[in-house]
């Protein structure tokens, strides 16, 4: 490691992440050994009350300790050690809640008989998410994870810095190739999907989110890695993966749920939320609160975070990496695979057009108001697999993974404005003509770009009819040819901003058609 790797704000930053991490890992444990875990839609009828009880002597030793902890920081500038004696109190916070959590838990469990009644004191789930788990066990389990957080911390703050072992991140970075990091995400979406039981289960997704905090700490020590990643610039895309993961993982949860509630002839979440309110003042007043509190977060944010700002623009002079805002970094990517008039206005044209089509194609009527997958597995999956593969991915991609000259990075790799990757860009007609046929390419434009056209017609034209005919035939008969078709159409375009990539990436095939001013 370098000394630039070790520096003592690197270091103390780390520590107060891990401090935190332990706070949460030990406020999880808490929750298991003395909350109420009764999960969404469970029956609480003629169940016993709840006897857990979080311990009042314990609710004052952390007022007392976290509440000197805060004051014992802004003070550090008067008060010798301040910074320490805050940290040290909120660490023996943190611990103290993980053991005593897991001591009441195993308390709890020697005390109660085993053939005790169901009452509030169990874990109730969810339907469709498994049975209860055991809260001795997790509580445990979550309180190490707390201790061995904490310690890591401790580790930090005493400069002593942890990172990935060099092996692993140079392993990381060979694996890292464009087509390796698209093709991984789309294969976790799918995996998400298809066992969606597994990770709508609580248990399975506090378990990843560990895993995230542990490799993003130790991957923060490493100096290429933070330089990218703690940028001003790009601390709002790392919220934005962490916002989209919560929220698609909170909708596929209550989909799980309600799929297995409507499969046993039960109502779903949606129908036992039936409570209605007014608007005012009942939510026009947490809206005024919300938006002050936002407010405020902004200005917190902006004042210790500010906007980086550069040299005044040269003309003949460009940034390297020249990067389009977050929001364009989506069609920025296209643009390398695509040209200018398909990547920047086509192709969101089609976007916009295939959103406001989907009211009109969409012939289902089941899963309206309420979460689901069984009753609109298309809907979701191509809803999802845009959102997520084709415009999330794609800004994550950009953001992190391509450097100067647009080239691809690893995570743990250098950004050297002076890497070469040699490309040998091809067309499909030096594909077919040169390589295949081994002849030169025709001089008449319409014959050398025959086979491009003539792929373009059955991917756009005789596929459809096909797919009509057998995987769409049932939604043909429900919607009618007509909305059919444009469904299978918009879809086939969707698929082929993969499709397309991935042929660049393993055959460096630039344009299928090569035509001025018709380059696809």
């Known amino acids: ?19 935190l991490a332990s706070g949460l890992n030990a406020a999880a444990a808490a929750h298991v050994a003395h909350g109420r875990m009764v999960a969404e839609g469970a029956d609480v009828a003629g169940l016993a009350p709840q006897t857990r009880r979080f311990p009042d002597w314990l609710r004052a030793a952390l007022a ?52 005790a009644a169901p009452s509030l004191d169990d874990h109730l789930p969810a339907v469709g998410l498994g049975g209860p788990i055991n809260r001795t066990l ?26 990935l072992p060099t092996p692993v991140r140079a392993w990381v970075d060979a694996l890292s190739g464009p087509t390796t990091f698209f093709l991984g995400s789309a294969l976790l979406f799918a995996a998400a999907l298809v066992f969606r039981r597994a990770f709508a289960n609580g248990l399975v997704a506090f378990g990843a989110v560990n ?35 919560g929220f698609t993982w909170l909708a596929l949860r209550r989909a799980v749920i309600n799929d297995a509630r409507r499969a046993r002839g039960m109502p779903v979440l949606e129908q036992l939320e039936m409570e209605r309110v007014l608007s005012w003042p009942d939510l026009v007043y947490p809206q005024l609160i919300c938006a002050v509190g936002l407010t405020l977060f902004l200005i917190v944010w902006a004042v210790a975070l500010p906007a980086p700002l550069e040299q005044p623009a040269k003309a003949t002079e460009a940034p390297n990496p020249s990067k389009a805002p977050w929001y364009f970094l989506g069609l920025q990517e296209m643009l390398v695979y695509f040209d200018p008039w398909l ?94 046929l081994g002849r030169a390419k025709p001089s008449w434009t319409l014959i050398r770009e025959l086979p491009g056209l003539t792929l373009l017609a059955l991917y756009l034209v005789v596929l459809p009819v096909i797919l009509l005919r057998t995987l769409f035939k049932e939604y043909v008969a429900k919607a009618g040819t007509a909305r059919a078709a444009v469904a299978v159409v918009l879809l086939l375009l969707m698929a082929g901003l993969p499709l397309k990539m991935i042929l660049r990436w393993t055959l460096n095939l630039k344009y299928v058609v090569a035509i001025p001013g018709f380059n696809i």
């Open 1 to 19: 490691m370098t000394p630039q790797d070790v520096n003592p704000d690197v270091l103390s930053g780390l520590a107060w992440y891990f401090l």
């Open 64 to 115: 007392v300790l976290y509440g000197a902890a805060i004051v014992a920081l802004p003070l550090r500038g008067w008060l010798p050690g301040g910074t320490m004696l805050g940290y040290l109190l909120a660490a023996s916070g943190n611990v103290l809640l993980a053991l005593t959590a897991a001591a009441d838990a195993a308390r709890f469990a020697e005390r109660r008989p085993a053939d």
């Open 138 to 163: 997790w509580t445990v389990v979550w309180g190490l994870v707390a201790v061995v957080f904490q310690v890591m911390g401790l580790t930090y703050l005493l400069a002593a810095p942890l990172v």
């Open 211 to 245: 895993l995230s905090i542990l490799a993003f700490g130790l991957s923060l020590a490493d100096v290429d890695f933070r330089q990218i990643v703690v940028k001003p610039d790009n601390v709002p895309i790392v919220g934005l993966i962490v916002l989209v993961a």
């Open 343 to 436: 990547a920047g206005v086509a192709i969101p044209v089609l976007i916009i057009v295939g959103l406001c089509a989907i009211p009109y194609i969409d012939a289902n009527k089941e899963g309206v108001g309420y979460y689901t997958v069984a009753d609109r597995p298309f809907a979701m999956v191509a809803f999802l697999f845009g959102f997520l593969v084709l415009w999330v991915v794609l800004i994550v991609l950009g953001t992190f993974l391509r450097g100067p000259n647009w080239n691809f990075f690893g995570p743990y790799e250098r950004w050297d404005p002076h890497k070469v990757v040699p490309l040998n860009n091809v067309d499909l007609s030096d594909l077919v003509w040169i390589r295949a």
